[in-house]
């Protein structure tokens, strides 16, 4: 984070973190959200792509896909009907660059520019200038982690995005991280069901994050969606 602010002291990277953005781009909403239909007004599922090579799950560091050229890989998934897709830039655990987010950004839009999935830059955010750098390469939005940022640095965070106009994913783990997070004003989550300390997966998570969730569904203005993280990462 040092780096980065030494580096960008006046340029758009330092412009989009400093100055308010009269916009807010709902794109990781719009992408994601699927109109009701029928009597049931029921909702189709949305489909997010993690387009890692990497996951750093324990117990061991795994292969998850090798893929030469991010962004034709990413224009596939966009042809297959992906609704969002998240972009790693973090080298050492995932496998990304940060140098492949504006290219797969640029190909996601090319290939479907009436209604592209969003794409959504996975780093280990920690500072606002890492959302600024992944919004001035394209990214549509960012993935928060709850377990890595906890409430003060989290409540930053989604000030930042807010700041800077643009949606944010919010991930936790456990019913607590879920209402902590709420309390910060996130309303789009992936839920882990990966507890990555201990490398076990606790698939009952889902349901204990849905009883919480339901308890807030009363409260007004509140919009969530939640997307279950895939058991490979």
């Known amino acids: 984070v040092e780096n980065l602010l030494r580096r960008h002291t006046n340029d758009s990277v330092f412009v989009r973190m400093h100055y308010f ?12 959200r699927k109109d009701a ?32 050229n991010a962004a034709k890989y990413a224009t596939l998934l966009t ?22 987010l504006e290219p797969c950004s640029q190909a996601i839009r090319r290939t479907r520019p009436n209604n592209p999935p969003a794409c ?3 780093d280990i955010f920690i500072h606002p200038i890492q959302i600024a750098l992944a919004l001035e ?46 309390s910060e004003g996130a309303v789009i989550f992936l839920v882990n069901m990966w507890d990555r300390p201990s490398g076990r997966l606790f698939p009952q998570q889902v349901r204990e994050i849905m009883i919480t ?12 969606f939640v997307m279950v993280f895939s058991l490979i990462g």
């Open 21 to 32: 953005s009269m916009d807010h781009h709902n794109n990781i909403s719009v992408s994601l």
């Open 37 to 68: 239909y029928g009597q049931e007004k029921l909702h189709k599922m949305s489909i997010m792509i993690d387009m890692k090579r990497n996951s750093p799950t324990v117990p061991h560091q795994r292969n998850i896909v090798e893929f030469p």
């Open 79 to 100: 042809q297959l009907g992906a609704d969002a897709i998240m972009v790693n830039t973090e080298e050492t655990l995932y496998g990304g660059k940060l140098s492949e």
């Open 120 to 122: 959504i830059a996975k």
């Open 137 to 182: 390469n394209g990214a549509s939005g960012v993935l928060l982690n709850t377990e890595v940022l906890g409430q003060q640095r989290l409540r930053t965070m989604l000030d930042a995005c807010t700041f800077m106009g643009v949606d944010a994913i919010v991930e936790v783990h456990t019913p607590s991280e879920l209402e902590m997070a709420l």
């Open 213 to 224: 969730l339901n308890l807030f569904l009363s409260y007004p203005y509140v919009t969530l």
